[in-house]
């Protein structure tokens, strides 16, 4: 079973991973965290490149492909590997986030960016997606007040990530509701926490 997170900045994406894992390990389960972009030596190379702030000058398309480069390499060495066995893979971020932030965001052509994905990917979709929604300006000072890592990608105006926020739903509508499933994380960190476990507890078979 592959599980993605999604979500703008500051929806509490990667604080509330490590938390899911040790409950479903506790289960029994076999579980397997990952994050985008990252989660290879390759990978975190990359991720460098793109969350640092010096490199400004780094255009749009540059940007998505650098995305997919990461990805192509977490989905052949890692994701897919761990699947076959039989583990439950879950990844802090995956494809949506490049339709959300390179599509939405930066206002690129979706569909070629859904063609790039699609390559990067070999079409592997995940079973169950949580968007992890909250206002753009919630996000953002959560994770300024709680003096977290900063990055290039941090460094957008707020309009930047109204887009991203307007592109997951977007996303959301356009699909049936088979894969999505949005939380409002607007609320206590406990909350959306156990409505985490809740929502992953009846997807897995
Ligand atoms: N529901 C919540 N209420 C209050 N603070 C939160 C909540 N969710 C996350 N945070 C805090 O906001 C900051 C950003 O969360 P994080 O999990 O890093 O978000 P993301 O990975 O989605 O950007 C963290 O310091 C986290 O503890
Ligand atoms: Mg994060």
């Known amino acids: 079973m592959f599980i993605t997170l999604e979500g703008p900045e500051g929806s509490g994406k990667t604080s509330h991973i490590p938390y899911l894992v040790e409950y479903l390990r506790e289960k029994g389960h076999v579980v397997f965290p990952t994050r985008e972009p990252g ?11 793109l969350h640092d702030l010096k490199n400004v000058e780094m255009h749009p398309h540059t940007e998505t492909l650098l995305y997919q480069a990461a990805r192509a390499q977490i989905v ?14 879950i990844s802090d971020r995956y494809f949506d986030s490049t339709i959300a932030y390179q599509g939405y965001g930066h206002k690129q052509d979706l569909e070629q960016v859904r063609a790039l994905v699609k390559y990067a990917t070999g079409g592997l ?7 992890l929604d909250v206002d753009v300006e919630v996000g953002l000072r959560r994770k300024k007040q709680n003096g977290d890592e900063w990055n290039r990608m941090d460094a957008h105006e707020v309009a930047f990530y109204q887009r991203v926020r307007n592109g997951y739903l977007e996303l959301v509508k356009a699909e049936p509701p ?9 609320q206590k960190w406990d909350d959306v926490q156990s409505e985490l476990r809740k929502i992953i507890e009846g997807k897995i078979p």
């Open 76 to 89: 052949e060495q890692v994701i897919k590997p761990r699947l076959s066995a039989g583990e439950i893979v």
């Open 39 to 49: 989660g290879t030596s390759i990978g975190e190379q990359v991720r460098d490149i």
């Open 125 to 131: 979709m995940p079973d169950l997606t949580i968007l």
């Open 178 to 186: 088979l894969r999505w499933v949005v939380v409002d994380s607007s």
